[in-house]
């Protein structure tokens, strides 16, 4: 996997220092939430940025904003999501690093989503998204940090042709790693066992070697692809009315993709009717396609979780993709350890 080790000085963007100009697009979230004594109120984007304006200037970072949504990220359904995303297409077009301010609860799905519909270039320019465990009026609010962090990492060449980033706690994560494991804590991120893909420290921005680049995207996302928590003692009816005609689904499983034996059945006829059926499972396993997932009729979610390997699916069978090129999809996007890269097929 190639990357890059670049502690380039912030915001040198542009060689000489010129000023290098990052787009912010503000998405709701505990970031803007301010309360002002009397009751609660969302802050713009150009709000948040104002506070910046000093470590902006001396990082040489401008800033323009567009204010596209508002509120707790619970609410955004996978429309809302990609309607970000296009607008984050639209900044990279246009040349810009891009910041999205984000609520943490489903940041790493929005950012995810974005990742499976950004084209990949070698050159094109960071994609960070960002948010707050704290809300803006918090005595300690960790907002302000994670949007300078953010808008740096955004203007620097450092970041170039990675796949998009989630910026939090002065750690860079790939969007495909990344999860919130903990609601209350300011540490709340992890890309475990694989790791952040950076740092983010006063201004310094590292980009590790083997931070993953841009991957392979899709232009449009099948509709309909259900997901289904497997419990034990689950009824196979319920899986097999879950997997009915649809053109994919993902079944969240056991360790390495282990299903119950009373589900092989509903498995295998819904594969042998065309169904793409994905198994992901919680425990990390970076698995796409085996001997036994052959003989059973599925795929493996390539180490995505269940929530992210819903919408690589989704993306995979976008614009009437067959089934084969939709697993080939898949697994050009499976995670892999950086040690198991020589070995992977
Ligand atoms: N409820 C919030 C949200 O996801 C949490 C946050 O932003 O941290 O919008």
């Known amino acids: 996997m190639a990357g890059r080790t670049a502690p380039a000085p912030a915001g040198l963007g542009v060689a000489g220092g010129a000023h290098v100009t990052v787009r912010l697009i503000a998405t709701g979230g505990t970031i803007s939430s301010h309360h002002d004594g009397r009751g609660w109120t969302e802050l713009a984007g150009s709000e948040l940025v104002a506070e910046l304006v000093d470590d902006l200037d001396r990082a040489g970072v401008d800033v323009e ?40 609860d489903t940041i790493e799905l929005t950012s995810f989503l974005a990742d499976l519909l950004l084209p990949a270039a070698a050159d094109r320019p960071p994609v960070v998204f960002t ?17 300078l962090d953010a808008l740096v990492v955004a203007g620097d060449r450092a970041a170039r042709g990675c796949g998009v980033l989630v910026c939090v706690d002065g ?38 070697d083997d931070a993953p680049l841009a991957g392979p995207h899709a232009t449009d996302l099948a509709p309909d692809v259900p997901l289904l928590t497997v419990y034990p003692g689950i009824d196979p009816s319920q899986v097999a009315r879950t997997l009915d005609g649809r053109r994919g689904a993902v079944l969240e499983v056991f360790g390495d993709l282990n299903v119950p034996r009373t589900l092989w059945a509903p498995i295998h006829e ?21 001997e036994g997932l052959d003989l059973l009729g599925a795929v493996g979610a390539g180490g995505l979780t269940a929530q992210k390997a819903r919408l690589a699916t989704m993306a995979a069978l976008g614009g009437g993709a067959g089934r084969d090129d939709a697993i080939e999809f898949l697994h050009a996007r499976r995670l892999v350890r950086p040690h198991d890269e020589r070995s992977s097929t």
């Open 65 to 104: 904003v567009v204010d596209v949504a508002a509120g707790p990220s619970s609410h955004l359904s996978v429309d809302d999501m990609s309607a970000i995303a296009g607008h984050v297409r639209d900044a990279v077009a246009d040349g810009h690093g891009v910041v999205v301010t984000h609520g943490t």
């Open 131 to 147: 948010g707050s465990m704290r809300v803006h009026s918090h005595p300690q609010p960790d907002g302000p940090r994670n949007l």
């Open 171 to 208: 750690l860079l994560h790939a969007a495909a790693r990344v999860v919130k494991c903990d609601a209350g804590s300011l540490d709340a991120f992890s890309s475990a066992p694989l790791g952040p893909v950076g740092t983010v420290q006063g201004g310094t921005v590292i980009v590790h």
């Open 270 to 290: 819904a594969w042998r009717a065309g169904t793409l059926v994905v198994l992901a499972s919680r425990p990390f396993t970076g698995t796409t396609r085996s």
